[in-house]
């Protein structure tokens, strides 16, 4: 499996933008499907963003669609996910997850995701 670890998170004020990163390392980026979820205190884990291996095509949930971008650079084992416009809302500790399959429902579920980071805090104050 791959080792993921993010980094980026902390406190902003609405309206503001962060950028998460997530660096991988143990096997070639470029085999992994990359994506994001978050988990709010109390509420279930939901999906944000998905990658494709070649960053060729992503996919959003409703939540964040025009407000977050997700990026990655296989050269560098890196994936990142630009937050702009943040919302309270959007407070939640941030996972990056990996996975060889692009299938979208397996990312909308999230359970059968093989690989995940620690997970980094983002708190948006009103």
């Known amino acids: 499996q791959v080792q993921l670890v993010e980094s980026g998170g902390g406190l902003v004020q609405a309206g503001g933008s962060l950028r998460l990163s997530c660096a991988a390392s143990g096997r070639t980026l470029s085999s992994y499907v990359m994506g994001w979820f978050r988990q709010a205190p109390g509420k279930e884990r939901e999906f944000v963003a998905r990658?494709?291996?070649?960053?060729?095509?992503?996919y959003y949930a409703d939540s964040v669609k025009g407000r977050f971008t997700i990026s990655r650079d296989n050269a560098k084992n890196m994936v990142h996910l630009q937050m702009n416009s943040l919302k309270p809302e959007d407070t939640a500790v941030y996972y990056c997850?990996?996975?060889?399959?692009?299938?979208?429902?397996?990312?909308?579920?999230?359970?059968?995701?093989?690989?995940w980071g620690q997970g980094t805090q983002v708190t948006v104050s009103s």
């Open positions: 990658i494709s291996r070649s960053g060729g095509s992503t």
């Open positions: 997850a990996a996975d060889p399959e692009l299938l979208l429902r397996l990312w909308l579920s999230g359970a059968e995701i093989g690989s």
